[in-house]
């Protein structure tokens, strides 16, 4: 390692304990923002509270990281920003790369389901279960 930075060797017993822990915080960060989904029959009214969701939490996030480390009050919300901000840009990076790909291949036209056998989104009918 790099003693110029401060940084220790890693010790590998913890890998798969610190493994498992990135693999919670990832699972439990990607659940949040879809919550409002699964309570909130109005597709785009639970489009506004996952974005007012992902806003609190992104905020709250980066303050909360700021406080343990043990940085002074400025520099806290100076995180909650810059974590606000690196989440837009993925935000915003995703969708571009989502719409650029749509835009370069072909879609096929949608269906109208029929009375009764639909069942979600990719299930036309319920036979198919």
């Given at each position: 390692m790099d003693f110029?930075?401060?940084l220790e060797k890693p010790?590998?017993?913890?890998?798969l304990y610190e493994g498992l822990v990135m693999s919670l915080a990832y699972t439990l960060?990607?659940?949040i923002p879809m919550v409002p989904y699964f309570v909130i029959k109005k597709t785009l009214t639970a489009l506004y509270v996952s974005i007012a969701t992902t806003v609190i939490v992104l905020v709250a996030f980066g303050y909360?990281?700021?406080v343990i480390?043990?940085?002074?009050?400025?520099?806290r919300w100076v995180s909650a920003a810059?974590?606000?901000a690196v989440g837009v840009l993925?935000?915003?990076t995703s969708y571009g790369i989502v719409r650029g790909i749509n835009a370069t291949t072909p879609q096929d036209k949608p269906q109208t389901p029929t009375e009764g056998t639909f069942v979600g989104p990719?299930?036309?009918?319920a036979s198919m279960l």
């Open positions: 110029k930075l401060r010790d590998h017993r913890f890998a960060g990607g659940l909360v990281k700021a480390t043990g940085c002074n009050s400025r520099d810059q974590t606000l993925a935000t915003g990719g299930l036309e009918k």
